[in-house]
C-alpha cells in the first residue's frame, strides 16, 4: 500500500460527557493511502460530519488518535494540520467575495497574486462559478455557495481534502458532470480526498474504497465492487445497491438428498447438494436458520420456479422493477426488457445459488457469497 495519509486508531466521538454522552463514533479504526479518494456513506445521523470535524481539528477525539501523513494531529489546532475542509453547510466568510473566499488560504500563504488569480480562474471555471467570483455568500444561491465553498477547499494545497455533502445541493445534471470533473482534478494532482455522502451513486462513481458507516460503527471498508458482491453484513448488503438486497429467513433442511432454504408460506427453494462449493454447503448444513440476500437483477423468471405473484410492475425506461408478493414478504427482481405483466398475475421465480448471499441469522454477518466463504 502507498504511504498512509491518514491513520485513524480506536477514535470514540462522545458528545456531552466520555461514555454517557452521544456516542456518535464508536471505535473507529481506518486507514486511507496517499492518492486515495474515500467516499464516508451511510444514512443521516450515523456519524460520517464528526469524524470529519475530529480529522480536521475542529470536534475533539474524545478517545483514540489521529495522523495525518505519518503525523500525530489529533492534539493540535486545525490550522497546524494541514488539512483542507468543505463544510457541510459552506461557511463562507460573509464580508468576502466568492473570489476572496477562495483566495483566502493561498493569500495568507503568500503566494504570488497572479499565481493565485491563475488558481482562482481554473477552479471556478471547473465548477462553473466564473461569472460570480465577485459576488458576496448573502447574494448567491445555496448552490452557488456550496460550490464556492468546493473550490476553497480543492484551491488548497494539504496532506488532505476534506468534503462534506459538497453536491447536496446541485440539480443531478449538473451533479453527475461535476462529480467526473472533481475526481479528474483530484487524480491528477494526486490529492488524497475524503468524501462524505448519503448518495451510494455518488460513492460509487468518485471512490476508490466506500467506507459503510452505521449507528457511528463503520460496517466495510472496500471497493465498490466488493462492498457490492461481497457485502460483509446484512447492513452493508441492504444498504448498497438498488433496488435493495431482497431478504429472507430460512430454515436450513435437507430433503432427498437436497439442500432446502424453507421460507414462510411452505415455500422453500431445493438446490442439488452439489450446487454448492463444499465449504458453502458446509456452512449451510450446521446451521438451522440463516437469511438469505439476492440482488433483484439476479432473481429470474423460470417455469421450474417457485411460486409469487406480482403486485407491482415499473418500467423506468431501460429496465423493468417488478415486485412480487413471495414467502410473506414482497420480492423485487430487475429485468432489462420492457416487461407487462398484470397486477396479479402468477410468475414463478428462481435463483441460481451463485447469486445467493447467506448472512448469519443472529449476527447479520456474511457467511457466504455464492461459492465464496465471506
Ligand atoms: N454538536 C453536537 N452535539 C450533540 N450531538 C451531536 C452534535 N453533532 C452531532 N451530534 C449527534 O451525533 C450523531 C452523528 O452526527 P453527524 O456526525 O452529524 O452525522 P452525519 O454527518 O452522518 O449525518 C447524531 O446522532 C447527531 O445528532
Ligand atoms: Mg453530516
Given at each position: 500500500?502507498?504511504?498512509?495519509?491518514?491513520?485513524?486508531?480506536?477514535?470514540?466521538?462522545?458528545?456531552?460527557?466520555?461514555?454517557?454522552?452521544?456516542?456518535?463514533?464508536?471505535?473507529?479504526?481506518?486507514?486511507?493511502?496517499?492518492?486515495?479518494?474515500?467516499?464516508?456513506?451511510?444514512?443521516?445521523?450515523?456519524?460520517?460530519?464528526?469524524?470529519?470535524?475530529?480529522?480536521?481539528?475542529?470536534?475533539?477525539?474524545?478517545?483514540?488518535?489521529?495522523?495525518?501523513?505519518?503525523?500525530?494531529?489529533?492534539?493540535?489546532?486545525?490550522?497546524?494540520?494541514?488539512?483542507?475542509?468543505?463544510?457541510?453547510?459552506?461557511?463562507?466568510?460573509?464580508?468576502?467575495?466568492?473570489?476572496?473566499?477562495?483566495?483566502?488560504?493561498?493569500?495568507?500563504?503568500?503566494?504570488?497574486?497572479?499565481?493565485?488569480?491563475?488558481?482562482?480562474?481554473?477552479?471556478?471555471?471547473?465548477?462553473?462559478?466564473?461569472?460570480i467570483l465577485e459576488r458576496y455568500?448573502?447574494?448567491?444561491?445555496?448552490g452557488q455557495q456550496q460550490r464556492?465553498?468546493?473550490?476553497?477547499?480543492?484551491?488548497?494545497?494539504?496532506?488532505?481534502?476534506?468534503l462534506d455533502e459538497p453536491m447536496?445541493?446541485?440539480?443531478?445534471?449538473?451533479?453527475?458532470?461535476?462529480?467526473?470533473?472533481?475526481?479528474?482534478?483530484?487524480?491528477?494532482?494526486?490529492?488524497?480526498?475524503?468524501?462524505?455522502?448519503?448518495?451510494?451513486?455518488?460513492?460509487?462513481?468518485?471512490?476508490?474504497?466506500?467506507?459503510?458507516?452505521?449507528?457511528?460503527?463503520?460496517?466495510?471498508?472496500?471497493?465498490?465492487?466488493?462492498?457490492?458482491?461481497?457485502?460483509?453484513?446484512?447492513?452493508?448488503?441492504?444498504?448498497?445497491?438498488?433496488?435493495?438486497?431482497?431478504?429472507?429467513?430460512?430454515?436450513?433442511?435437507?430433503?432427498?438428498?437436497?439442500?432446502?432454504?424453507?421460507?414462510?408460506?411452505?415455500?422453500?427453494?431445493?438446490?442439488?447438494?452439489?450446487?454448492?462449493?463444499?465449504?458453502?454447503?458446509?456452512?449451510?448444513?450446521?446451521?438451522?436458520?440463516?437469511?438469505?440476500?439476492?440482488?433483484?437483477?439476479?432473481?429470474?423468471?423460470?417455469?421450474?420456479?417457485?411460486?409469487?405473484?406480482?403486485?407491482?410492475?415499473?418500467?423506468?425506461?431501460?429496465?423493468?422493477?417488478?415486485?412480487?408478493?413471495?414467502?410473506?414478504?414482497?420480492?423485487?427482481?430487475?429485468?432489462?426488457?420492457?416487461?407487462?405483466?398484470?397486477?396479479?398475475?402468477?410468475?414463478?421465480?428462481?435463483?441460481?445459488?451463485?447469486?445467493?448471499?447467506?448472512?448469519?441469522?443472529?449476527?447479520?454477518?456474511?457467511?457466504?457469497?455464492?461459492?465464496?466463504?465471506?
Amino acid at each position: 500500500m502507498s504511504p498512509s495519509a491518514l491513520t485513524i486508531s480506536g477514535v470514540d466521538k462522545f458528545y456531552g460527557p466520555i461514555d454517557r454522552g452521544v456516542h456518535a463514533v464508536k471505535n473507529l479504526t481506518m486507514e486511507i493511502g496517499e492518492g486515495e479518494i474515500v467516499a464516508l456513506l451511510g444514512s443521516s445521523g450515523c456519524g460520517k460530519t464528526s469524524t470529519l470535524r475530529m480529522i480536521a481539528g475542529f470536534e475533539e477525539v474524545s478517545r483514540g488518535a489521529i495522523a495525518v501523513a505519518g503525523r500525530t494531529v489529533h492534539t493540535l489546532p486545525p490550522v497546524k494540520r494541514n488539512v483542507a475542509m468543505a463544510f457541510e453547510g459552506y461557511s463562507l466568510y460573509p464580508p468576502l467575495t466568492v473570489r476572496e473566499n477562495m483566495a483566502f488560504a493561498l493569500k495568507a500563504a503568500r503566494l504570488p497574486r497572479s499565481e493565485v488569480d491563475a488558481k482562482v480562474a481554473s477552479i471556478a471555471k471547473l465548477l462553473e462559478i466564473e461569472d460570480i467570483l465577485e459576488r458576496y455568500p448573502s447574494s448567491i444561491s445555496g448552490g452557488q455557495q456550496q460550490r464556492a465553498s468546493l473550490g476553497r477547499a480543492l484551491i488548497r494545497e494539504a496532506d488532505l481534502h476534506l468534503l462534506d455533502e459538497p453536491m447536496g445541493q446541485l440539480e443531478p445534471q449538473l451533479r453527475a458532470v461535476l462529480r467526473g470533473r472533481i475526481k479528474h482534478f483530484i487524480k491528477e494532482r494526486g490529492l488524497t480526498a475524503i468524501l462524505v455522502t448519503h448518495d451510494q451513486t455518488e460513492a460509487n462513481a468518485l471512490a476508490d474504497r466506500i467506507a459503510v458507516m452505521e449507528g457511528g460503527v463503520l460496517q466495510q471498508f472496500d471497493t465498490p465492487d466488493r462492498i457490492k458482491e461481497r457485502p460483509a453484513n446484512l447492513f452493508t448488503g441492504t444498504f448498497v445497491g438498488e433496488p435493495p438486497m431482497n431478504v429472507f429467513e430460512a430454515f436450513v433442511g435437507t430433503t432427498a438428498g437436497r439442500i432446502s432454504l424453507k421460507l414462510p408460506d411452505g415455500l422453500s427453494l431445493d438446490y442439488d447438494k452439489d450446487a454448492f462449493s463444499t465449504p458453502v454447503r458446509d456452512q449451510l448444513l450446521s446451521r438451522e436458520r440463516v437469511v438469505i440476500g439476492i440482488r433483484p437483477y439476479a432473481v429470474r423468471r423460470s417455469k421450474e420456479g417457485v411460486p409469487a405473484r406480482v403486485s407491482a410492475n415499473q418500467w423506468l425506461g431501460d429496465q423493468t422493477h417488478i415486485a412480487a408478493d413471495f414467502a410473506g414478504g414482497s420480492l423485487v427482481l430487475v429485468e432489462h426488457d420492457r416487461t407487462r405483466l398484470d397486477l396479479g398475475a402468477p410468475i414463478n421465480v428462481s435463483i441460481d445459488p451463485k447469486n445467493l448471499h447467506v448472512f448469519d441469522q443472529a449476527s447479520g454477518k456474511a457467511i457466504s457469497h455464492g461459492m465464496e466463504l465471506a
